[in-house]
Each structure stands twice: as structure tokens, then as C-alpha cells.
Nanobody
Framework: QVQLVESGGGLVQPGGSLRLSCVAS????????MGWYRQAPGKQRESVASITSGGTTNYANSVKGRFTVSRDNAKKTVYLQMTSLKSEDTAVYYC????????WGQGTQVTVSS
């Protein structure tokens, strides 16, 4: 059974940092592109960042220079390091595995507020 479990969300002040983690199980992790999405209240889910099996990364324009996606294949974990957080980054963040029809994690809430 394929499963993705996110952690690391929380409340942070504007300008602060957080690191999200997503641990995968049930898949050949090192062969799969992984991604992070987010969904803010009343908005559609949007892609934030992705990383291929070879380590090529891609970012939404809104987070370029502030967020960094990385992976540790030995730990079957993908990370999203978020810095210089803004109120508009507030959302539920989801981990995604590009495997078969796609696999989603349960989401972790990130709230940026003073």
C-alpha cells in the first residue's frame, strides 16, 4: 500500500522559516518524481515545487528563491524548506508522488501570521 505522511507544518510569523517532510512507503521512491502542492481557503490546489528522481527541481514563481525542495532517497523522504514566509503562503501543504494515477498525502497546515 502506497502511503505519504507529511509533517512539519505549524504557525510561524512573517519572515520565518519552516521545513516540511514527507515520508513515503510502498513505492520505489528513488525512481519517482515527488512534489509539493498547497491549497489556500477558497482557492484551487496549486503546484509549489517538484523534484525528479535525478534531482532536477522546479518551482512556482511565487516561491522561487524562498523555498527549496530536496530528497533523501535512503530515507524515502522529500523535504520542503520554506524561508521568508509570507501571509499568502498560508495553506494546507500536500505531498504528491507521481506514481500511477498519483498519490497524495493527508496534508499539513502552514499558517503565517503575526
Amino acid at each position: 500500500q502506497v502511503q505519504l505522511v507529511e509533517s512539519g507544518g505549524g504557525l510561524v510569523q512573517p519572515g520565518g522559516s519552516l521545513r516540511l517532510s514527507c515520508v513515503a512507503s510502498g513505492i520505489i521512491f528513488n525512481a519517482i518524481t515527488m512534489g509539493w502542492y498547497r491549497q489556500a481557503p477558497g482557492k484551487q490546489r496549486e503546484s509549489v515545487a517538484s523534484i525528479t528522481s535525478g534531482g532536477t527541481t522546479n518551482y512556482a514563481n511565487s516561491v522561487k528563491g524562498r523555498f527549496t525542495v530536496s530528497r533523501d532517497n535512503a530515507k524515502k523522504t522529500v523535504y520542503l524548506q520554506m524561508t521568508s514566509l509570507k501571509s499568502e503562503d498560508t495553506a494546507v501543504y500536500y505531498c504528491f508522488a507521481r506514481f500511477r494515477a498519483g498519490v497524495w498525502g493527508q496534508g499539513t497546515q502552514v499558517t503565517v501570521s503575526s
